[in-house]
């Protein structure tokens, strides 16, 4: 089955930690998006990728990086100099680079800090 | 400047009644308009679509949504509510670049 898989569906942090959530599509989409979710704030985009080997920064991206080596892979770590990490966050592909594309979502990465 | 507000944060309605959760838009041009559900802990799942056809748009379950232009609205409705459609509910506008997240309605639905 096609589809974008996220893991781990937990994910736990101690402070001063990077942490890297792991997100895989095997659509074939060209793009790919990482998004943020904390409660009563919708979805806030931290970096999106149009394509392989190269990204751009989203609305929230101080404190966290990002890579696009493969097309079906695009990992988010969350850096020490993210200060309030705790969300939920999803991971996203579409099949082209335009932002109005349909985007396809996984089913999300819980990251807590202990 | 783009904006997305989803007028109600909690609407509850009982099975078998009708669901309307409503959504308004500003844009500057003719924007894409999508509604996405999203189940606890889940990710999220596209219901339905706008992009300048229909402004009538038929989505899966039994959601539809009407696109006006004049009330730069987007209100996702369904005939008779389920149990099962008991969700967050997310309007989301696209526009050049930009793809803009409501802060959601949850949805609960009594028996």
């Known amino acids: 089955d096609g589809g974008i898989t996220q893991s781990p569906k937990y994910l736990f942090r101690k402070e001063g930690q990077n942490v890297t959530l792991s997100c895989e599509q095997n659509?074939?989409?060209?793009?790919m998006y990482w998004y943020r979710q904390d409660p009563g704030q919708g979805l806030r985009l931290i970096y999106y990728s149009q394509i392989v080997n190269d990204f751009q920064k989203g609305d929230i991206a101080e404190g966290y990086s990002v890579s696009r080596e493969k097309k079906e892979s695009f990992p988010l770590t969350v850096t020490s100099a993210q200060k309030n990490p705790t969300a939920f966050y999803l991971c996203a592909s579409s099949i082209g680079g335009s932002l109005q594309e349909t985007q396809y979502f996984g089913p999300g990465t819980r990251l807590l800090v202990l | 400047a783009q904006s997305v507000t989803q007028l109600d944060s909690h609407v509850s309605v009982s099975e078998g009644t009708p669901v309307l959760l409503r959504c308004n838009y500003s844009s500057s041009y003719s924007p894409s308009l999508f509604w996405y559900v999203q189940h606890p802990n889940k990710g999220l799942q596209l219901l339905l679509k706008?992009?300048?056809?229909?402004?009538l748009v038929k989505g899966i379950n039994g959601f539809e949504a009407e696109f006006k232009k004049s009330e730069t609205s987007f209100h996702l409705t369904k005939p008779s509510a389920h149990m099962s459609d008991a969700a967050e509910y997310f309007c989301?506008?696209?526009?050049?670049?930009?793809?803009?997240f409501g802060t959601g309605t949850s949805l609960t639905v009594i028996p």
């Open positions: 659509l074939n989409h060209d793009a």
């Open positions: 989301v506008v696209s526009e050049g670049n930009q793809f803009y």
């Open positions: 706008y992009t300048s056809a229909a402004t």
